[in-house]
């Protein structure tokens, strides 16, 4: 796992990706609205994982908390 692979974000890669601030990502992380894995002593989040909760959000017309999605 790296996270300069395409398949992984780390925290800032995420933050930038949502457009929210990286304490947003940790607070989302914290009530388990996002999963996360270690490696390294990093946390890193699957971009498919992400984008299948974007996915999900805009099926369901909502938003993950804090983040705006762009439809």
Request: hydrophobic fraction near 30%; include cysteine.
């Amino acid at each position: 796992m790296n996270s300069t692979n395409n398949n992984w974000l780390n925290v800032s890669q995420l933050a930038n990706y949502l457009h929210c601030s990286k304490s947003k990502i940790y607070k989302e992380k914290m009530y388990g609205r996002i999963s996360s894995y270690k490696f390294g002593g990093q946390l890193l989040f699957s971009k498919s994982e992400i984008d299948g909760l974007i996915e999900l959000s805009k099926q369901e017309g909502t938003n993950l908390p804090g983040v705006e999605i762009e439809k």
